[in-house]
């Protein structure tokens, strides 16, 4: 199994420029995510998803948009994008059981000048 | 408020000594689990140990430990005959009922830790 795959791995994009991030997970898992990650932060939740067709806010939604069409995948989107969104940006899933970890991609580091 | 706190600024720990990383939690659901993860410096979040809020023992696996203190509300991650490949972030999460319904994990800022030979 490949787990939770994102695409692309690095992205350089101007101040403005549009761009959507692809998570895609093979687990059958329920629930999905898109973090970020900035120095000294830790880990910030952005957008999720508790299933098909369903999207919420996280801390740190402003500036993107999520779409859940199919179960398997989770996009992230940035319509206009700004400096303040250069980050670290990882997609996870989560199965229902409790005791279960989350399951992170590799994540996605991307600049915007 | 913050559920899960880690204070403790980067550390540096002698190769094959063992090193505690502090993690404290505050939930009021009787009902919860607490996980580690590591990130090295390749950038990938690597799950390493998972304990249980009804677990009677301490959680292992294989150098790390978890040393669970429910009343203190402590989940403290042990890492025995610390290797030069144990450098990395660590972040403590946990999830639980009272906040997220069960479908979230709330994590803490990490803890740096540099294995030094």
């Known amino acids: 199994n490949a787990g939770v795959t994102q695409t692309p791995k690095f992205r350089v994009l101007k101040t403005g420029q549009s761009m959507t991030l692809l998570c895609a997970q093979d687990?059958?898992?329920?629930?999905m995510y898109w973090y970020r990650q900035d120095p000294g932060m830790g880990l910030r939740l952005i957008h999720y998803s508790v299933g098909e067709g369903t999207t919420a806010k996280g801390e740190v939604p402003d500036g993107y948009n999520v779409s859940r069409l199919k179960k398997q995948n989770f996009l992230l989107g940035l319509e206009s994008a700004a400096p303040s969104q250069t980050s670290v940006y990882f997609c996870a899933s989560l199965p229902r059981s409790y005791n279960s970890p989350l399951h992170f991609g590799n994540g996605t580091r991307l600049t915007v000048t | 408020a913050q559920k899960i706190t880690q204070t403790q600024p980067g550390m540096f720990v002698q190769e094959k000594e063992a090193v505690t990383l502090d993690c404290t939690y505050d939930t009021s659901d009787p009902s919860y689990g607490l996980f580690w993860y590591k990130q090295p410096s390749s950038g990938e979040m690597i799950f390493l140990i998972y304990?249980?809020?009804?677990?009677?023992q301490n959680a292992t696996e294989g150098r790390y430990s978890l040393n669970f203190q429910k009343a203190r509300k402590s989940a403290n991650l042990v890492i025995s005959a610390s290797q030069l490949g144990d450098s990395a972030m660590y972040f403590c999460?946990?999830?639980?009922?009272?906040?997220?319904?069960?479908?979230?994990?709330?994590f803490g800022k990490g803890n740096q830790v540099v294995v030094i030979p």
């Open positions: 304990q249980g809020s009804y677990d009677q």
């Open positions: 999460a946990m999830r639980d009922d009272s906040s997220y319904g069960n479908n979230r994990l709330a």
């Open positions: 687990m059958n898992h329920e629930y």
